[in-house]
Each structure stands twice: as C-alpha cells, then as structure tokens.
DNA sequence: GACACATTTTGGA
DNA sequence: TCCAAAATGTGTC
C-alpha cells in the first residue's frame, strides 16, 4: 500500500493506493506530500476526462453500495445525474444513495461531485462544497476547451 | 439495537 | 402551491 497527496486549489488530495487499485481518496487541508498515480494529476489539471487504468475498491465486492458506486461511476466527464436517476440504476432509494456518498471512500474515483439534486442545485458535499464546486467548473470548462 | 444521513416523492391543507 | 412526512440501507455509537 502506498500513499501520496497533490494539491487541488486550497486543498490536498491524499491519496491510498496499490498498482492499480485506490483504496481510499481523502480531502484534506494540509497532507505530507507523496507520489500519486499521474492519472490524479492529469485529472486535476484538467487534462484526462477518467481515471482508467486505475479502479476503485469500492467498485468491486456487490451490495447495495457497490452498485450504486458502479453507477455513479457511469456518469460521463462533465455530466451530472440526479441523486433519484443514480437511485433508480442501482434499483434503490435516492436516501441511500445520499448515504453512500457521503461514506464514499473514493471521491474522484467515484465522481461523487457529478450527483447534484434533481432539481438543479449541487446538493451537498464533504467536507466543503467548494470542492463539488471546483471539479464541475473544472470539467465543464475542461469539456468546452476540448471541444473548440 | 437505535440513530443519523450529501434526497425525493407524494398527499393533504 | 407549499409544507410535512414516509421510504430505506449502511455505518457508527
């Protein structure tokens, strides 16, 4: 297991993973600096649209949760998806699906930031908003350079 | 074992 | 049209 932080605007994004699997995604204000997959770089510099090669631990296993992390992590690159539409995919309740984000070990992984409130407004996010904020603009004007 | 959650939907006033 | 309550799964205390 190795771990690694970079920095994304005011915040660290400390990183625990091993070869291709990342175990847990933290936000956090000051973090020891460390190696991270380059995809973490890429991404946050808006230059990559996933994380492929690398996979989540939250992906694998079944369970309620895993299913709805799989299908958070359909979302394309700078879509988002209510919390209901993400509920009816992995055929539960919106509540749960709430829940799992706020426990998800692998935000960025599993692009958590791409579920906003069905009628339009961002939701919530841990442990500042401002971090949901930040990646949508980043992938939306990310989206839009990649176009023109 | 009870309770807290990053929601949504429906029914009644 | 607006407000209140119910549905529901998992992790923590």
Redesign the pocket.
Known sequence: MRQGACSFGLWKVAVDYDDMVVHRVRFMRTAPDGPVPIEFTRFLAGKGTGFAPLTSAALGGD???AEIYRAVSRIPYGETQ???EI?KAAE?????????????PT?LIVP??R?????GSL????PDLEI?KSLLQLEKSSLRRHIS
Do not use: E, L, Q, W
């Open positions: 369970g309620t949760y209510s919390y209901g509920a539960t309740h919106p509540r749960v699906v709430g829940n799992a984000m706020a426990r998800n935000p958590c930031h579920v906003i409130s069905s009628d939701g919530g996010f841990s949901k």
